[in-house]
């Protein structure tokens, strides 16, 4: 089902090759008809947020954590697209300290307001976390390369290589 749907909203998304995720994030928006922004920011260690997908009336923002690998940033990344594509919707997840971190120049109790104290769901993450697996498939790279695993099996590899920390 997740598949389908990732599938159905980045047909006629021209993958560049190489892949490169800025390129990938234009020609996305381009097909979305809405622009896409991506914003490194330095994210506390204590932080549990990694990313953060932004939606206004006519643009994509996505923030992802700078101080982390380059494959982490991109997993972020592709997780906030998931998110997107898969039309999830919500109050953010965003506490006042979080705030001052993504908007530092704007009121982090306004910002909290806005977001509220709601997350998505364990099974919208769920969902996105599987949506990343299924970008990384569709735009020609694994995770974990030279390996022959099934999709879920290399997203639990990947998602351990990650929270240890190793750059492949």
Do not use: C
Request: hydrophobic share 40%; proline share 5%; net charge negative.
């Amino acid at each position: 089902m997740v598949r389908g749907r990732i599938t159905a909203a980045i047909e006629g998304v021209e993958i560049p090759r190489p892949f490169d995720i800025e390129e990938f994030a234009r020609r996305l928006g381009e097909h979305r008809g809405r622009p896409i922004h991506l914003f490194a920011v330095e994210l506390p260690p204590a932080n549990d947020v990694r990313g953060l997908w932004l939606a206004t009336g006519t643009e994509d923002f996505v923030f992802h954590e700078l101080g982390t690998s380059k494959l982490h940033q991109e997993n972020t990344i592709l997780h906030e697209f998931a998110h997107m594509l898969l039309d999830h919707r919500g109050n953010g997840h965003l506490d006042e300290e979080q705030a001052r971190v993504f908007f530092p120049d704007l009121d982090p109790g306004a910002v909290r307001d806005v977001f509220g104290r709601s997350a998505y769901s364990s099974a919208l993450e769920r969902e996105a976390e599987f949506g990343a697996a299924v970008l990384w498939e569709l735009v020609g790279r694994r995770l974990v390369p030279e390996r022959r695993l099934d999709l879920a099996s290399a997203a639990v590899v990947d998602r351990f290589d990650e929270v240890l920390g190793g750059t492949r």
